[in-house]
């Protein structure tokens, strides 16, 4: 394969370690951040492949800023935020496919603490899209002998799994902050997913995509790892802190601290049951206490086992 131009904007955790993955195979790399010298238009100038490593937060003011810019039609636009838009309940591919409807958008999604990766540990990841060579171009960009990259035709499936997870890994940081123990995790993670495919498949999402890197294989990853912003929200919150204290000390971003808003507003308006992300919901908002919560979800009423 010719070497590709790829322009990363985002110079945080992830998209740094996108850059490198993609320098290390052999690849230009532009690196954009706001917080650089360098212009967000000469930057994507001549790009095959953008990507965007943004946190959600700043996802439109991106897109804005560089849609009225003209792009060969094989451009591709490549995003890695895990997110959903509070205004719109949008996903961040959704949000660059309506500004660049003609062009193939990728995602792309998996179990990928960017420590581990920047340390060159072993990882696998997703790249998904409707335009399967879009995405088997990407595959090639990012695959090397330490990172393994599958292609997923189901892009919907694939963002909401790497989305919605964050909010079961602030359950399972409060789970093991309280000590509550293996027996107590793998029910919070097994019914975790249980909720993420039944919000996903009411999105559009195929179910068995959960199943995969993105879904289950994000889930054991976030839930797990004290790695895990995410994870690190709900341990902090078990032992007392409240929410500003942890977001301020905080280092990079928690995306599952404005998704679980997001999801309430959409789950209700959708009579969608989401029992863990209600608990997670009214802790971030200070209406509980971790222990309220553990109490809460164990004293619903009893029924089946439904897995989606
Ligand atoms: N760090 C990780 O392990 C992984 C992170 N992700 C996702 O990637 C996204 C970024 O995460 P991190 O790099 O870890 O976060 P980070 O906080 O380290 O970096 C966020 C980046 O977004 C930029 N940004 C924020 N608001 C902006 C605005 N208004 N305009 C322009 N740029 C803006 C920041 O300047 C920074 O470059 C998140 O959605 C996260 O869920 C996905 C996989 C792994
Ligand atoms: O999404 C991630 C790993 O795949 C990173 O998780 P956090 O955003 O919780 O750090």
Same mark, same amino acid.
């Given at each position: 394969m010719q070497p590709k131009l790829v322009a990363v904007l985002g110079a945080g955790a992830w998209g740094s370690t996108l850059a490198n993955l993609a320098s290390a195979t052999g690849h230009n790399v532009r690196l954009w951040s706001r917080?650089?010298?360098?212009?967000l238009a000469e930057t994507v100038d001549g790009a095959d492949i953008i990507v965007s490593a943004i946190s959600m937060k700043g996802v439109r003011s991106v897109v804005e800023q560089i849609r009225s810019l003209s792009f060969a039609p094989e451009t591709i636009f490549l995003t890695a935020t895990k997110g959903l838009e509070?205004?719109? !309940?949008?996903?961040p591919a959704q949000i660059w496919q309506a500004a660049f409807p003609d062009h193939p958008i990728v995602v792309l999604c998996g179990p990928n603490l960017s420590k581990e990766v920047q340390q060159g540990l072993p990882a696998a990841t997703v790249v998904a899209s409707t335009d399967i060579t879009a995405a088997e171009t990407v595959q090639m960009v990012f695959s090397s002998n330490r990172f393994r990259v599958y292609t997923n035709s189901d892009p919907i499936g694939v963002e909401l799994g790497g989305t919605i997870k964050n909010v079961i890994a602030i359950a399972a940081g409060v789970c093991d902050g309280l000590h509550l123990g293996t027996n107590a995790k793998a029910a919070l993670v097994t019914r975790g997913l249980t909720e993420i495919i039944r919000i996903g498949v009411a999105w559009g999402?195929?179910?068995? !995509?959960?199943?995969g890197l993105s879904g289950l294989g994000d889930l054991l990853a976030t839930c797990n790892s004290p790695l895990s912003r995410n994870y690190q929200v709900g341990y902090q919150l078990a032992q007392g802190k409240n929410l500003a204290e942890i977001l301020e000390r905080?280092?990079?971003?928690?995306?599952g601290v404005n998704t679980t808003q997001v999801l309430i507003a959409k789950a209700h308006q959708q009579h969608i049951s989401v029992p863990i992300t209600t608990q997670v919901y009214r802790l971030l908002q200070a209406e509980i206490t971790p222990r309220q919560a553990l109490e809460e979800l164990m004293l619903r009423d009893i029924k089946p086992e439904y897995n989606f």
């Amino acid at each position: 394969m010719q070497p590709k131009l790829v322009a990363v904007l985002g110079a945080g955790a992830w998209g740094s370690t996108l850059a490198n993955l993609a320098s290390a195979t052999g690849h230009n790399v532009r690196l954009w951040s706001r917080h650089l010298e360098c212009s967000l238009a000469e930057t994507v100038d001549g790009a095959d492949i953008i990507v965007s490593a943004i946190s959600m937060k700043g996802v439109r003011s991106v897109v804005e800023q560089i849609r009225s810019l003209s792009f060969a039609p094989e451009t591709i636009f490549l995003t890695a935020t895990k997110g959903l838009e509070p205004t719109t !309940t949008l996903t961040p591919a959704q949000i660059w496919q309506a500004a660049f409807p003609d062009h193939p958008i990728v995602v792309l999604c998996g179990p990928n603490l960017s420590k581990e990766v920047q340390q060159g540990l072993p990882a696998a990841t997703v790249v998904a899209s409707t335009d399967i060579t879009a995405a088997e171009t990407v595959q090639m960009v990012f695959s090397s002998n330490r990172f393994r990259v599958y292609t997923n035709s189901d892009p919907i499936g694939v963002e909401l799994g790497g989305t919605i997870k964050n909010v079961i890994a602030i359950a399972a940081g409060v789970c093991d902050g309280l000590h509550l123990g293996t027996n107590a995790k793998a029910a919070l993670v097994t019914r975790g997913l249980t909720e993420i495919i039944r919000i996903g498949v009411a999105w559009g999402a195929k179910i068995e !995509t959960f199943y995969g890197l993105s879904g289950l294989g994000d889930l054991l990853a976030t839930c797990n790892s004290p790695l895990s912003r995410n994870y690190q929200v709900g341990y902090q919150l078990a032992q007392g802190k409240n929410l500003a204290e942890i977001l301020e000390r905080l280092e990079g971003t928690a995306e599952g601290v404005n998704t679980t808003q997001v999801l309430i507003a959409k789950a209700h308006q959708q009579h969608i049951s989401v029992p863990i992300t209600t608990q997670v919901y009214r802790l971030l908002q200070a209406e509980i206490t971790p222990r309220q919560a553990l109490e809460e979800l164990m004293l619903r009423d009893i029924k089946p086992e439904y897995n989606f």
